[in-house]
């Protein structure tokens, strides 16, 4: 369903309505510098058809535009630009994409989302800057892009932080499975690279080629703060990697450990089980049997032994 629909005359907002009539009428009446920006949420088939009608888009970009799996990309068609990108939402541990399809054409701009938060805010903030919403739809352009890619830092500084709490538990002394966390950090690390990286290229030559001479320092400051997410998502993704690595050391390390300490609790109980062992053979004739200090200088024996034994073994370090 179309969300929102405006005509902007030299930045100046003059809302329309929102059925197909409106929108041809809105279409008809455009003047030189003015231009259409019409947003659609979740939008059917038939609505969207009937918007692309209107606009005269390209079937396969509108083809697109319905899929909400389209990975991030610019393409050039003969009269309009297509563009597919991700917004991004993190919140514990847990990355969530969703897909916005925007049409720029030389009097409109077209942005279809499919789910994830609105572009009011952004077409908000636009409308208050009436001076740079004057150079038309790709001004609109800019203040969504903006919006979006602005978001990706934002992202990558929360999951920053949390890989840094995974750090932290990780070199503590206690114990802890962090490996499952760090798992699924890394999964949702993979879904953020997802939606930047491919971003990138295409973005960037959006930015020198396709765009006009006053826009494309806007688009390049978009470009940098996109390539600073991308670094932010190696840095990230890196970091996980020697967090895994450092956890797998820990966790090899507290094994021996508690190999040691098993090896040498069972030597010490080997002693007195030895002992036992012999004088349990009921034997008739054995040493000390019959001698009245033979029981207590046995257990003094076995006593001695182990502490003798535990004592080497702490000093070693094995206990």
Not at 242 to 253: D, I, K, M, P, T
Request: proline fraction near 4%; glycine fraction near 6%.
């Amino acid at each position: 369903m179309i969300i929102d629909c405006a005509v902007y005359t030299d930045g100046v907002r003059e809302t329309t309505g929102h059925d197909s009539e409106s929108l041809d009428a809105a279409l008809g009446r455009l003047g030189e510098d003015d231009f259409l920006w019409i947003g659609i949420g979740n939008p059917t088939a038939d609505e969207m058809h009937r918007v692309a009608d209107s606009l005269g888009l390209h079937p396969l970009a509108v083809e697109d535009a319905l899929e909400a799996h389209q990975r991030p990309k610019v393409e050039r068609y003969a009269d309009h630009t297509f563009i597919s990108i991700r917004t991004v939402s993190y919140s514990d541990d847990d990355i969530t994409t969703h897909e916005v399809n925007i049409f720029l054409g030389a009097n409109y701009l077209l942005t279809v989302r499919h789910g994830g938060p609105t572009l009011t805010n952004a077409r908000r903030a636009a409308e208050k800057m009436i001076e740079p919403l004057s150079h038309g739809p790709t001004a609109a352009l800019y203040a969504v892009l903006d919006s979006i890619v602005d978001h990706y830092e934002d992202v990558a500084a929360e999951l920053e932080t949390d890989v840094q709490e995974v750090e932290t538990s990780v070199f503590s002394a206690q114990r802890s499975n962090d490996s499952t966390r760090i798992y699924r950090l890394k999964r949702e690390t993979l879904e953020f690279r997802r939606a930047v990286l491919p971003l990138r290229e295409p973005l960037h030559r959006f930015a020198l080629g396709d765009a006009s001479e006053d826009a494309r320092p806007y688009f390049r400051d978009i470009a940098d703060h996109l390539t600073r997410a991308a670094e932010a998502i190696d840095s990230i993704d890196h970091l996980l990697d020697n967090a895994l690595q450092a956890h797998l050391a820990q966790l090899s390390v507290q094994q021996n450990e508690d190999m040691r300490k098993l090896t040498a609790g069972a030597t010490i109980f080997a002693v007195p089980t030895a002992i036992a062992g012999i004088y349990g053979m009921n034997f008739e004739h054995m040493p000390e049997l019959s001698w009245t200090f033979g029981y207590p200088l046995c257990l003094a024996v076995i006593a001695g032994l182990c502490g003798y034994i535990y004592l080497r073994f702490k000093r070693s370090g094995w206990l």
